[in-house]
């Protein structure tokens, strides 16, 4: 039987395909579902709620223009509508010409709060799965947790983040796979 | 599942595989259910650790003023963001006005490139760049890119083929007397595209290369990323820009400055010209 998840992406995948063929209610219920999420990653990786907005609507353009050719064979809905979200934002860091200093994915963003963004309010069934997300992380060696944050947020290759860290780019290669494949490992433990 | 194919899957879920890495990851994909199933659970991976950023609601007005792009609303256009944002490109747009009036006298067009992307027969523009000029030009491509992914490929395939073969190029490209030389190939439809430096001084000290984009119609500059400091030594480097804002943009020319380094975002291009026509 589907898990709620899976039925949330094949729904969402319907979704994507009817706004490819030109339907505006389906983007519409889309963007509702996607814009706080990537409107906060673009937050997160830009440092400006401003320019946020302005990559939030580059993004949500290109999901509209390029809809039609999802492929849920190749990546989950939200996976693919984060990739868009991840380009816009590296491209506009690159033409930006320096890269952010990223904070840890641990830090209170009240800062970021302050300048003009209004706080999603949230189920109490997402903010447990934040809190296992955010604790899964807190735990994993420092700079294999530096690694992934870069590689997640930073817009920076690996070999830039290997220059950043002093680290080989394998070995920053490994603590990002070990990253990601430990936090999946938390992720599907059952809960008590 | 081994490391490498697990590694394999991070990349391609971080987005880090170039075009052909990504084709054949997806062509095991096809066949391989348990890459499928670790695939699934590193991309789970990826997609809770952005809900779980402090999460933000966009500004109220956001998604209107998306539909009014999408259906190509000049009024919404020309509606400022909110809170205060300046539009990216509005400081460069000024700088074009004055720009837009050089571009007449010294550009050398080999056709004119007016037709907008979506009609018409596909096409990839080339523009040849040495220190005094540039050139365009148009090369028909066999068919329109379905979407960005396959406009990367047709671009890159086309500079590597350009970059083996230079005498496949509309042009010549001659370096008797100039100190640089280059080329730029340009997607419309996908405002991505390569640029090859065949030759060019190093940037010097406090100084680096930037790469722009010159709507000759609108006078209009984007910025196209600054070129790495390898670039001296010649190479094929990608770049993409935001699309232009005009509802039937001209010819895309490019040109090269060097510009003092770390420059803010939107800053004008300020520093000589290096590559292309010439605007001093």
């Not at chain 1, 690159?94 to 963004?117: F, H, M, N, Y």
């Not at chain 1, 220059?163 to 430990?182: A, E, F, M, N």
């Amino acid at each position: 039987m589907p898990n709620p998840q899976e039925n949330a992406a094949a729904e969402e995948a319907r979704l994507l395909a009817r706004s490819g063929a030109g339907d505006r209610e389906a983007f519409r219920l889309l963007y509702a579902r996607y814009s706080a999420p990537l409107f906060s990653l673009a937050v997160r990786m830009v440092g400006n709620i401003g320019e946020a907005e302005e990559l939030l609507q580059d993004a949500f353009m290109k999901v509209w223009r390029n809809a039609a050719s999802y492929d849920p064979r190749k990546s989950r809905p939200f996976t693919w509508a984060v990739t868009v979200m991840r380009r816009t934002c590296i491209d506009h860091l690159r033409r930006r010409s320096r890269l952010p200093v990223t904070t840890p994915l641990l830090e209170d963003d009240t800062a970021i709060d302050r300048s003009g963004g209004d706080v999603v309010r949230r189920s109490a069934e997402a903010s447990e799965d934040s809190e296992l997300v955010r604790g899964a992380i807190a735990e994993s060696p420092p700079n294999q947790r530096r690694a992934l944050e870069l590689a997640l947020f930073s817009g920076m290759t690996h070999a830039e983040i290997a220059g950043r860290l002093g680290q080989p780019v394998g070995t920053v290669k490994s603590w990002i796979r070990r990253g990601l494949l430990d936090l999946r490992a938390t992720l599907t433990e059952p809960t008590p | 599942m081994n490391t490498q194919l697990e590694e394999l899957a991070c990349l391609y879920v971080l987005d880090r595989l170039d075009a052909r890495e990504r084709a054949a990851f997806e062509a095991r994909l096809a066949h391989d259910p348990d890459l499928a199933a670790t695939l699934r659970e590193i991309e789970a991976s990826l997609d809770r650790s952005v809900r779980a950023l402090a999460q933000h609601e966009p500004p109220a007005g956001t998604l209107e003023r998306i539909e009014a792009r999408i259906s190509g609303s000049r009024q919404a256009a020309a509606e400022p963001p909110s809170r205060g944002a300046a539009p990216m490109w509005a400081a460069a747009a000024r700088w074009g006005a004055a720009a837009a009036v050089a571009v007449g006298v010294g550009l050398i067009a080999v056709r004119s490139l007016q037709r907008a992307p979506a009609e018409g027969r596909p096409f990839v523009v080339v523009v040849g760049l040495d220190s005094l000029r540039s050139r365009l030009a148009e090369v028909p491509v066999q068919e329109r890119p379905r979407d960005a992914d396959a406009s990367f490929i047709q671009l890159a395939t086309l500079a590597e083929r350009f970059w083996e073969k230079p005498d496949d190029l509309p042009f010549r490209l001659d370096s008797a007397g100039q100190s640089g030389r280059g080329y730029a190939l340009f997607d419309p439809g996908s405002n991505q595209g390569f640029i090859a430096i065949r030759q060019l001084p190093a940037a010097g000290r406090g100084k680096e290369y930037r790469l722009w984009l010159l709507d000759t119609a609108s006078g209009k500059v984007r910025e196209a990323g600054v070129l790495p400091a390898a670039a001296a030594a010649g190479g094929l480097y990608f770049f993409s820009v935001l699309p232009a804002t005009s509802a039937k943009p001209g010819s895309p020319d490019f040109f090269v400055t060097a510009e003092d380094t770390g420059s803010p975002l939107s800053a004008l291009p300020r520093g000589k010209v290096v590559l292309g026509e010439s605007r001093s």
